[in-house]
């Protein structure tokens, strides 16, 4: 099946400016995460989704990061008044259930962000 | 507080020669373990996962890992690499029973013909 899809795959952006990145995650994975991966460093979490609910919004850098889930299936970050060192590649992350059994995460392409 | 330390930042090695990406963590509860593969241009992917059991876990592409509790280590091994191994590799930790995966910085192994 189709596996998790992220847009828009690159995104030039000027300083000041607000960006908007998608995430569909697989079919039926009630769990969404949105990690940060910046140059020459490893993975940072954000932001953890089960169901439309986030409960832990600890690793978002600043409130001028937010995002949502609707219908427990689309999720999108939104970087407001975007800066030069929030460039980074955007990785959104599935798996079908959390709670007990810590599940493998199936990672979409990401989303390269720069910011001029 | 959990973390995750990848000893080395890049690893060389020729090709069909054994390799060890070391991975180190701290945690203070149960966790659960990981290692990712990121092939260039690629998305990452598992490799393999270490819940609960036997403490030897083996993975795709002759991949394996051991999980050593009072090292609190879980060092990546293959006893003969390929070219197409060329890649980078994210050991990662999460608490048993909790969603939030703490990741390394990441090993860049590099396989040389």
């Known amino acids: 099946g189709a596996g998790v899809s992220q847009s828009p795959s690159n995104k030039v952006t000027e300083k000041g400016k607000d960006v908007e990145l998608r995430c569909d995650p697989i079919?039926?994975?009630?769990?969404l995460y949105w990690y940060r991966q910046s140059l020459g460093q490893g993975l940072e979490f954000l932001i953890y989704f089960q169901g439309n609910s986030a409960p832990d919004k600890s690793g978002l850098p600043s409130d001028r990061f937010s995002a949502e889930r609707t219908g427990g299936s689309v999720s999108t970050l939104t970087i407001q008044r975007t800066q030069q060192e929030d460039s980074a590649v955007y990785l959104c992350a599935s798996s079908p259930k959390t709670l007990r059994e810590q599940e493998t995460q199936y990672f979409g392409p990401g989303t390269r962000l720069l910011v001029l | 507080a959990q973390s995750v330390t990848q000893l080395d930042s890049q690893v060389p090695v020729f090709e069909e020669a054994p390799v060890e990406l070391r991975c180190n963590y701290s945690s203070s509860v149960s966790v659960y373990l990981f290692w990712y593969v990121q092939y260039p241009n690629q998305g990452l992917q598992l490799l393999l996962k270490?819940?609960?059991?036997?403490?030897l876990v083996k993975g795709i592409n002759g991949f394996e890992a051991e999980f050593n509790k009072s090292q609190t280590s879980f060092h990546l091994r293959k006893p003969s690499v390929h070219i197409s191994d060329t890649a980078e590799y994210f050991c990662a930790v999460s608490n048993t029973g909790g969603f939030k995966t703490i990741f390394g910085a990441g090993t860049r192994l590099f396989v040389k013909a």
């Open positions: 079919s039926g994975h009630t769990a």
């Open positions: 270490y819940l609960s059991g036997s403490t």
